[in-house]
């Protein structure tokens, strides 16, 4: 049975920085695409970054292009993102997905941007 596990979450001030981890175990981790999703209060969850299984492709929402970061590292089966010049609207649940055969969602690491 596939399982992600998310951590780096926390409160960061304004134009602060977070780095998320996402570890995958009981699949082939690196077969699969990985994105990273959000979803703040009152809001639908959103597509936040993706990375294709090799790493060789990315892609960004238009609201974090240039802020974020997403990297993987398939020798230890986990996914990163970089949050860099955070925004209060940045503010929601982070939540790592695994997507190939099947799909894998883990269970949501929470990121306040406030001062």
């Known amino acids: 049975q596939g399982q992600l596990v998310e951590s780096g979450g926390g409160l960061v001030q304004p134009g602060g920085s977070l780095r998320l981890s996402c570890a995958a175990s009981g699949f082939t981790f690196s077969r699969y695409t990985m994105s990273w999703y959000r979803q703040a209060p009152g809001k639908e969850r959103e597509l936040v970054a993706s990375?294709?299984?090799?790493?060789?492709?990315?892609n960004y929402a238009d609201s974090v292009k240039g802020r974020f970061t997403i990297s993987r590292d398939n020798a230890k089966n986990t996914v990163y993102l970089q949050m860099n010049s955070l925004k209060p609207e940045d503010t929601a649940v982070y939540y790592c997905?695994?997507?190939?055969?099947?799909?894998?969602w883990g269970q949501g690491t929470q990121v306040t941007v406030s001062s």
């Open positions: 997905n695994a997507i190939w055969i099947l799909k894998y």
């Open positions: 990375i294709a299984s090799t790493g060789a492709s990315t």
